[in-house]
């Protein structure tokens, strides 16, 4: 596995863990587990007792889900075993925040924490921008190195090479390639502005929600939302240069301009991902959800109300997680589990928030469809390679059989290996292999596979399978297989 990807997965990880570890202790003080509490009864014993029963599930469970992810990375290095260790890490914080959220609800039914308080909502709507915003015009510097970007690129169109790498897997190294054209030197800017369009949205929740100030504390509360106000923008805003950038050096790397790597690339994506998470870390322990661990100076001016409380809005949170009241204005609300916002689902425009990237997905994964292709042609390309594997087979040459294996192809079965496989498994069942007719071409997404109708001595049906990636230009064998009722 490549290294950077490592050191970014268990980075990761940790903050992952520490996130499932903490977070009931940087939402805001009335909210626990996704529950709408007095302030003083979340500060007494009961409460505090729940925390730490969670936090210590949570590091139960959060340990076992590192321990496995560790064993994963040792025993099968790929980075496809560290995804599964954030990914089960994800889902045992979000079970457990299910479990406690239901038992500090039976808590504040049993004890009627709210009876006998007066239910207010405490909110600021001043008009003009928000104290603590930063200004639309940050966004310019990476729009336009995404405009830039295009523009270079589009002047140095005959420099490009005619395949151009397309994709790259989590180690840095490319995996999908395409044919030059327009469009595909257009990707990486349009992704750039794309990008920058995500951010802007979050850009725009920290800037448009509604302020929710505390009852006993509004004015001191006010400023402490300013400061998060800020301290998150500013996040937003160097994430969207840092995931530009990245983007333009991926994009150099794609059109030739610079040579890296498949290490250099791998950190060139990681370390800003890994910077904005640290970044993001440090903001949540040091502000809280709203900012209410923010330190500030001076007393509270204008104490609130004690026997007051925030209005109980459990009943609008649908599992502690997603908001639905549409008789609420706000698109943007602040989040009950985690740092930020989430939209109102009560609303509208928030479902057509959340189409849009999930249409632009789609339209992703259409676009990135693999092109019909020339059987013929592709035929005639395969057929040095194809007839030299059966060649070597026929005569034992195992080092020329695994000539044209791709890298990925011969880790997994090397020389030796496929040795070990036509004389242990494959000659037993069917005899020696005496020749092949290419049968036809099936088209598997990216890939292409050259099917064949082999005759053994004792077997003269068995199909076997070339696989190849159509558009790599070095075309390697990425896949081989032999069937036939004799080897089930």
Sequence with gaps: MNPMFAVCNGLLLILIFAFGLSMPWLTRRDVVFGVRLPED????????????????????????????????????????????????????VFVLFGIYRGKTLRLKEKRHVM???????????????PEGSLSWAWFLAPAGAAVANAVWALGRYDAIPQVIPLHFNLAGEPDRWGAKSIGVVLLAPLLQLAVTAVFMMAFWAFRSAKRQLSVQRPAASARQYALFRRGWSRLVIVGALLEVGTLSVVDWRMLGFVKLTPGQMAGAVFAPVAAILVYAAVLSVKLGQGGWRAKIAGP?????DPNAVRRDDDGYWKAG?????????????????????????????????????????VAALVAARAPRLDEP?????????VDNLFDALKNGDYDRAVRDFSPPMLAGLDAQKLKAYVEGAL????????????????????????RCRAKFTGDDAVVVRVVFEPNDPALKIGGLWFDSPKLR
């Design 115 to 129: 009876a006998g308080l007066r239910q207010v909502a405490v909110a600021d709507t001043q008009p003009g921008a």
């Design 321 to 361: 997680l997603f908001y639905y009241n549409p008789d609420d204005p706000a698109l943007w609300v602040e989040k009950r589990f985690g740092i930020g916002y989430t939209v109102n689902f009560g609303r509208p425009a928030a479902w057509l928030l959340v189409a849009l990237p999930l249409a632009a997905a």
């Design 300 to 304: 509270e001016s204008a104490p609130g």
């Design 41 to 92: 009864f979340a500060a007494g014993d009961e409460v505090a007792e729940l925390k730490r029963a969670y936090r210590r599930a949570c590091a139960l469970a959060g340990g076992v889900c590192v321990a496995a992810a560790v064993a994963l990375q040792i025993l099968a290095p790929r980075p496809e075993a560290g995804v599964l260790g954030i990914a089960g890490l994800l889902v045992a």
């Design 377 to 385: 042609a592709f035929l005639r390309r395969t057929a040095p390679i």
């Design 427 to 450: 000659a037993p069942k069917v005899g020696a292999f005496e020749s092949y007719t290419v049968d036809r071409v099936q088209r598997k997404g990216r890939f292409a596979i050259v």
